[in-house]
């Protein structure tokens, strides 16, 4: 793959999708596509000298015109979001299998060289993250097979597609179980936002209306690990480029409680606040957190960044947008138009 050479992120108006075209442009690749179906207004960056295109790509022949002379496709397309919206979205999350289907022959029908999956840390067995104490997922812990009900399990297919396109088909796929991937330019309001943004909003929130209450799902005990955006687009190239065949953790294994992520941002905005717990609303699974081994094996490398560095930046830019919107500013709200 040399710089002229054309590629397509599929999924470019979202958050992971975003940022690698804007990695992409910043190593000096000319010609990418950027696809989504969201308006262009709406995309969470959208870029000068990029082809942006709106297209649906659960449908086949839209599928085929996006890959048309792509030689990398980094397939980022999903309909997803935080627990609260995989729980009550399962039929939605489960069609993009689709998006992946169609991309895969549209793949091989223009003779792509490369193809990239975005599978998740969903596609782990439930019953193997049922403790508080964060157990280290390994690749091997997706089977037997009892992923999240929905979400889950379309990965968890999409992922043994890619492979058999490589088996059957000799297509050159790679797959990363990403593991809660946060930063600037994310989601941070509207339902489908993560843990980490959620709880800076609530945070900016408090401060700035003086009620300094928080509301927290689940007990706050729940452990999770929470990987930085740079790390993420870094470790999907390093995956491209490499040798590995099956599908590999993406993600930090510095594992926190969800109360430790509070304390974290309380002490970015140098507030303490009185904590809610709603134990009905939608927390996932109890416990999990990456094991590296494998990605230290094949790459000598792991995402570093820690999570209180990462938040610090993450609290900040949403700081930034809540107040912008406090101002009626509307347009820096999720459109970020041509930012570098
Ligand atoms: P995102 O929601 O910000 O981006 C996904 C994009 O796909 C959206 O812009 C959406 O409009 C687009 N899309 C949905 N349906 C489409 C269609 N039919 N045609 C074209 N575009 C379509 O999500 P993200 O956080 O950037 O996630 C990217 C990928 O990484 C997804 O596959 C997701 O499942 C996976 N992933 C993300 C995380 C995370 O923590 N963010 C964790 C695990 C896996």
């Known amino acids: 793959m040399g710089l002229k050479d054309k590629v397509l992120v599929a999924g470019a108006g979202g958050f992971i999708g975003g940022a690698l075209v804007s990695v992409f442009r910043k190593q000096g690749y000319r010609d990418i596509r950027a696809v989504d179906i969201k308006p262009l207004e709406e995309w969470y960056q959208r870029f000068d000298g990029v082809e942006n295109l709106r297209l649906d790509l659960n449908l086949k022949e839209n599928c085929d015109a996006a890959a048309t002379g792509a030689v990398d496709i980094y397939n980022l397309a999903a309909n997803m979001g935080g627990m609260g919206f995989i729980e009550h979205n399962k039929a939605l999350c489960m069609l993009s299998v689709l998006i992946n289907t169609h991309l895969l022959q549209a793949a091989l029908a223009k003779g792509t060289k490369?193809?990239?999956?975005?599978?998740?840390?969903?596609?782990?067995?439930?019953?193997?993250?049922?403790?508080?104490?964060a157990p280290s997922l390994k690749e091997e812990d997706a089977y037997p097979a009892l992923a999240e009900d929905g979400y889950g399990w379309e990965k968890l297919f999409s992922e043994r597609m890619c492979r058999h396109f490589m088996e059957?088909?000799?297509?050159?796929?790679?797959?990363?179980?990403?593991?809660?991937?946060?930063?600037?330019?994310?989601?941070?309001?509207?339902?489908?936002?993560?843990?980490?943004?959620?709880?800076?909003?609530?945070?900016?929130?408090?401060?700035?209306?003086?009620?300094?209450?928080?509301?927290?799902?689940?007990?706050?005990?729940?452990?999770?690990?929470?990987?930085?955006?740079?790390?993420?687009?870094?470790?999907?190239?390093?995956?491209?480029?490499?040798?590995?065949l099956e599908p590999i953790n993406l993600g930090s294994s510095?594992?926190?409680?969800?109360?430790?992520?509070?304390?974290?941002?309380?002490?970015?905005?140098?507030?303490?606040?009185?904590?809610?717990?709603?134990?009905?609303?939608?927390k996932g699974v109890n416990g999990r957190n990456s094991d590296n081994a494998l990605i230290q094996k094949y790459l000598q490398w792991e995402p570093s960044t820690s999570l209180r560095a990462g938040i610090e930046k993450t609290y900040r830019w949403i700081y930034d947008q809540y107040m912008a919107r406090e101002r009626g500013e509307a347009g820096v709200v999720r459109e970020a138009s041509a930012s570098v």
């Not at 900016?204 to 003086?210: D, F, P």
């Not at 594992?255 to 939608?282: C, F, H, M, W």
């Open 168 to 244: 059957d088909y000799s297509l050159r796929t790679r797959v990363a179980r990403f593991h809660n991937v946060y930063g600037p330019w994310g989601t941070w309001f509207g339902g489908r936002e993560k843990a980490p943004a959620a709880i800076c909003r609530k945070v900016i929130e408090a401060k700035v209306s003086g009620k300094h209450e928080i509301e927290i799902w689940g007990s706050g005990n729940q452990t999770r690990s929470f990987m930085f955006i740079d790390d993420c687009t870094e470790g999907i190239q390093k995956i491209m480029e490499s040798g590995i």
């Open 114 to 133: 490369r193809f990239f999956y975005a599978s998740s840390a969903c596609v782990y067995n439930a019953d193997k993250q049922k403790t508080f104490e």
């Open 254 to 282: 510095e594992a926190v409680t969800i109360n430790q992520l509070v304390d974290i941002a309380e002490s970015i905005a140098g507030i303490k606040l009185q904590r809610k717990y709603d134990l009905s609303a939608p």
